[in-house]
Structure formats: C-alpha cells, structure tokens
C-alpha cells in the first residue's frame, strides 16, 4: 500500500532515534525492562517522525532534504505525505494502549504523549514557531516556542519512561526535570548547527532558521552564549539524575549533547 510504503519510508530513514532511546533510558533507570518500554518508544518516534513530515511540508518550512534525503512529499506527493503523518499520529496511541499490559501505565503513558505531542505541547510550540517568524520574540518567548516546539515531546518521552518502568510521583518529578533541561538544550543545540554545520553533518538543509527569519538562540545570545546556554541546561539536567541509582544510560545521552555542542 502507498500509505504503508510512506510511513515506512520516513520511519526507516535514520536519525538519533533520541525519543526512543530516552524512554527505553528512563525506563531502565527505575528498575523497568526494555521489553516494557518498547511500545511507548515506538509511539514517540512515530509521533515525531510524523511531525517531520508535516515540519517539511510547502506549507510549512517547505524543505527537500531530511535524514540526509528527500522529504515525504518529494519522494511520493503531498497527499500521501499528509496522510501518513496523519496515519502515524493516531497509530502511535495504537502502539501504546494495545503493547502496554497494564491498564493504568497504558493510559498514563497515552495521556502524557497527548500532551506533550498536542496544543499544550508539540503542536502548540510549533504554531507560536511560525507566529514568530519576522519580529523578534523575548527571551521568554523563544524559551516557550522551543520548550514546546521540541522540549516537550523529549520530556514526555522520559516521564513515560519512567510511567511504563512504575516510577513513583517523586521519580518522575526527577524525571520530568532532566527532561525539561535536555529537552531545551537539544533545540539550543540545534540553533547551533543550523548555522554552522553543512548538510551532509544534519541530513538536512542548514541555513533554514536564518532564511525564514526565525528568532534562534545564536540570534538571541551570539554562538558563544548559546553554547554557554545549552552547557548550564546539561548540567542542571545531571543533577536531576543525583538521586538515581541506575541513570547511567541518562547521563550518557546528556555527555552525548555535550560532544554535540562543542
């Protein structure tokens, strides 16, 4: 099927599979299995690769070239790229709600990734994106645009780690936190590199954030000051991982934003 074939081919692309392996990180490091996390992972990738699709779109940043080649809707039509991001987006909840065993964890994972991925999240933070375009936003404003925009879905994905792995309200309130720090430095970071890495170095097209006339943190702080900016996040991400016994694999992912920014 055309659809099948579209989903598979954004999700079969490549990329830092960040979401999936910030839940399957998060899970183990509260005592839960990989095999438990597995669906919930699924869920964010699908989630995020659908968003990817959409992001690409003529509509909205209007780009050929993701994971290194071409778009959704270069390599089929529009249509079908809509539509499976639209097929992703519904049956990432799919994923969840018939993989998790657990009644509660099933609906607290689905819950979280509702938010994180909706008007309160993901799609929220995109659209106040675009309204940004052209003028420049506080500090405050680019802070909500990126802890929403992409913040959001890469917190949600460690809390539901954490949900499916049966942390209790206070580990997840850790949780939550290096989330929200990392979250934030990764889109830091990316404002970094779209200005100064190349295409082969992004598996998309740089320069992006500049052309449309987008506020970033190198815009806002200079590159030095964003690179200071996303340092302090990653630290204070590390600190929220004090009190876990198991976090190797959280700190490990935090040392990788570490070597990305640098």
Known sequence: ?????????????????????????????????????????????????????????????????????????????????ILAG???????????????????????????????????????????DLEGEGRQPSPEELRYIHEHKTGALITGAVVCGGIVGGADQKTLGQLRGYGKSIGLAFQVIDDILDETATAAELGKSPGKDSASDKMTYPRLYGLDGARKYADELIAAARRELDALDNADSLRTIAEYFVARTH
């Open 1 to 81: 099927m055309r659809l099948v074939d579209a989903m598979n081919y954004s999700l079969q692309a490549g990329g830092k599979r960040l979401r999936p392996m910030l839940v399957l990180a998060a899970c183990e490091s509260v005592g839960g299995s990989i095999e438990q996390a597995l669906p919930v992972a699924a869920a964010f990738e699908m989630i995020h690769t659908y968003s990817l699709i959409h992001d690409d779109l003529p509509a909205m940043d209007d780009d050929d070239l993701r994971r290194g080649q071409p778009t959704c809707h270069k390599a089929f039509d529009e249509a079908t790229a």
């Open 86 to 128: 639209d097929a992703m987006a519904t049956y990432a909840f799919q994923a969840i709600l018939s993989g998790i065993s657990d009644p509660a964890k099933a609906v607290a994972a689905a819950l979280e990734l509702a938010i994180a991925a909706g008007l309160d999240g993901m799609v929220g933070g995109q659209m106040a």
